[in-house]
């Protein structure tokens, strides 16, 4: 399906997901217009509506959902900054001035900050409930932030930042309990036009401007899989992660869109977990079984050494002496 919108090329969307991988139910902006998609993968409607409160704001450079789909914020090139409620279309956060132009922005795990990035190589933090700005990320001041990205794993609260320094490019990573950068790293070793962290947390995606991506382990911040001159020549303008699967999907001005399978080790599937759970069950009942066939038990206490000689009808019908009448004479008689 090719969605066009009367000549006009779209300069940014935004994708709520609603249903699983291949069962469609989703929305997104194109413009400030809103398609909404429904059906399956091979019957697919499109519906068009019209969004009030953005009826008259120009182009808008990003886009983004929070991650409980509550809230939907918009960035303009005007550096105009609109947080809306989803889907009553409430505005809640209208600030006129928050950027010379935007560049990008990205909701938290909890939807509880934004983050936003400026053309002029500033970055904001906002509290998306109402709008009110919390800090600006301290940068040195040859030193720009472009693209930034939320962690998604759910135990390292972090905020991942492309900082471009002449012609110098890191990844640095900011703690978002203090808001102080921890460190950084190079990874992609090239200006990055497109940032994506996986639904797991489990990855951060880089592309750069010439056509490469790179896809990082989070938890040791090194290269797993790198695709070199994948978008030959041409910056890579969108990248996301597929839900289900180590693949991710980038798109190009010139080359269009495509998909890559990443070289990562697969993930552990919820059968698999269940079979080794068995099987290590299944182990520890047969170890147990070796074990107590091969030990002694309470009732069988291994015999000394002078009884090992001794034949087993002496232990169950008694000594065979015992019989002699005489032995009782051995103790003489009795004073009664």
């Not at 909701?107 to 800090?135: C, H, N, Q, Y």
């Not at 972090?158 to 309990?177: G, H, M, N, P």
Request: overall charge neutral; hydrophobic content about 40%.
């Amino acid at each position: 399906m090719v969605i066009t919108a009367n000549n006009y090329f779209p300069l940014s969307i935004a994708l709520q997901h609603l249903g699983r991988l291949f069962l469609w139910n989703e929305i997104f902006l194109v413009m400030c217009r809103l398609f909404e998609l429904y059906g399956q993968e091979t019957n697919l409607k499109l519906f068009v509506k019209d969004l009030p409160p953005l009826q008259d704001a120009g182009p808008q450079k990003c886009l983004a959902f929070s991650v409980d789909g509550s809230r939907f914020a918009t960035g303009g090139v005007d550096g105009h900054l609109r947080i809306l409620e989803w889907p009553s279309l409430r505005v809640i956060v209208d600030e006129v001035r928050a950027h010379k132009s935007f560049r990008d922005m990205d909701f938290s795990l909890d939807s509880e900050f934004l983050a936003s990035t400026s053309t002029d190589g500033s970055a904001r933090i906002w509290k998306a409930e109402d709008g009110v700005p919390l800090m600006t990320l301290a940068r040195n001041s040859d030193e720009k932030i472009e693209l930034c990205r939320f962690s998604k794993d759910g135990t390292k609260p972090f905020l991942f930042c492309t900082v471009q320094k002449d012609d110098k490019a890191v990844t640095a990573v900011y703690d978002i309990s203090t808001w102080n950068k921890i460190g950084h790293k190079r990874l992609l070793r090239k200006s990055a036009s497109s940032m994506s962290v996986s639904l797991d947390g489990k990855y951060l995606a880089l592309g750069s401007k010439d056509g490469d991506i790179c896809v990082v382990e989070v938890k040791k911040m090194e290269i797993s899989h790198w695709s070199k001159r994948l978008h030959l020549g041409t910056s890579i303008a969108s990248l996301e992660f597929c839900p289900g699967q180590r693949v991710v999907l980038t798109s190009s001005s010139q080359w269009g869109a495509m998909v890559t399978k990443l070289s990562v080790p697969a993930d552990w599937k919820e059968w698999q977990i269940y079979l080794l759970l068995l099987g290590l069950f299944l182990a520890s009942a047969v170890a147990f079984y070796i074990f107590f066939r091969n030990s002694d038990s309470f009732w069988n206490f291994p015999l000394a050494r002078e009884q090992q000689t001794r034949p087993k009808t002496d232990s169950l019908l008694g000594d065979a002496q015992s019989d002699d009448p005489n032995v009782w004479n051995a103790f003489g008689p009795l004073d009664m």
